[in-house]
């Protein structure tokens, strides 16, 4: 088991794989997945009556799943698709948490909405790294279980596809009251400061399962020292905002904190939402994600120790926002 997910792991950061096999392998793999689907829920006799035409993303709680950003690429690569085919869109996310409880939306649908009938249904997968698909009307719901979190607007290269991203995020979705007091209780003023973001994931702790980028005490000391000295090298070329620090790793913010006064670190219990579900966990990681998005700049450290997030990335996009690389 181990080996398979060292594979997966050796996979998902191969260049060669992303580029010219990774949109071949997904449509096979969400293909036989859709087959299952098909064998465990659908059947020919019609369930009940469907006006107009919807397409459905639904997180199925008996499949794993990836993290926020992948999630939301998701989606909002789903409602592009049921835009451009003319399709109402709805959302059915509630594992390993309910969604609407930290993001407002009038898309939002049950499972009850839906039909399993095939007069009225069918199984869709989102492949992102795909073409936009052209969906038929004579279809009532298309069903989305499988996706693979890529930005379709960026792989079609669809106009300006990152104003375009943060457009349709905000189309879809505004803070929840339990949300928007969790950022109120900051007091940070949008604008004011800069984002700083460093993804660790097992570099200095256990974080993510089957990740395997584990350090020794030796070299985890060095890339705290040197992801710091980074920090202080931001701080001074923008000398005239606040710097705020957002990572994945309790152990750097810690040190943050202590070694580095006059930084910004947030409070809160940093996790990731695939492995922890708590409340506190969930919650940070919606406030660190709009908290980027509010800042003036986002920056993503980058270094060959530590993972090359895309987080922060979509999180400056959610607001129109830019995001850049810092090589240290």
Request: proline share 2%; net charge neutral.
């Amino acid at each position: 088991m181990v080996i398979v997910e060292k594979l997966k792991c050796f996979l998902r950061t191969n260049k060669y794989y992303k580029k010219y096999c990774q949109t071949s392998v997904n449509d096979c793999r969400y293909w036989c997945r859709g087959l299952k689907y098909y064998k465990s829920l659908y059947h020919w006799d019609l369930d009940k009556e469907i006006d107009g035409n919807t397409v459905f993303f639904i997180i199925d709680p008996a499949i794993s799943h990836p993290g926020l950003a992948d999630r939301m690429k998701a989606i909002i690569g789903t409602y592009y698709i049921a835009q451009q085919n003319g399709f109402d869109f709805k959302i059915i996310f509630e594992h390993p948490f309910h969604l609407k409880d930290y993001l407002a939306s009038a898309h939002y649908a049950s499972l009850d909405e839906l039909s399993y009938s095939l007069k009225n249904s069918r199984v869709l997968a989102y492949n992102g790294g795909g073409r936009v698909p052209k969906l038929s009307r004579s279809v009532k719901q298309y069903h989305i279980y499988n996706y693979i979190g890529y930005d379709i607007l960026e792989t079609n290269q669809i106009g300006d596809y990152k104003k375009l991203w943060g457009d349709l995020y905000r189309q879809l979705f505004t803070p929840t009251p339990l949300l928007q007091d969790a950022l109120n209780a900051i007091a940070l003023d949008s604008n004011t400061y800069v984002a700083v973001h460093l993804r660790f994931v097992n570099a200095l702790e256990q974080f993510e399962d089957n990740q395997f980028n584990f350090l020794s005490a030796n070299d985890k000391e060095k890339l705290i020292k040197k992801c710091q000295q980074g920090i202080i090298e931001i701080q001074k070329r923008y000398s005239d905002k606040k710097i705020v620090v957002f990572s994945d790793s309790s152990v750097f913010l810690s040190r943050v904190k202590t070694d580095m006064p006059g930084i910004l670190v947030l409070d809160g219990t940093v996790g990731h939402i695939s492995f922890s579900t708590e409340g506190d966990v969930v919650l940070k990681t919606f406030v660190d994600f709009y908290e980027m998005g509010r800042a003036s700049l986002v920056i993503r450290v980058l270094t060959k120790e530590i993972y090359p997030t895309v987080f922060s990335y979509y999180a400056a996009l959610s607001d129109g926002k830019d995001c850049v690389d810092y090589t240290i």
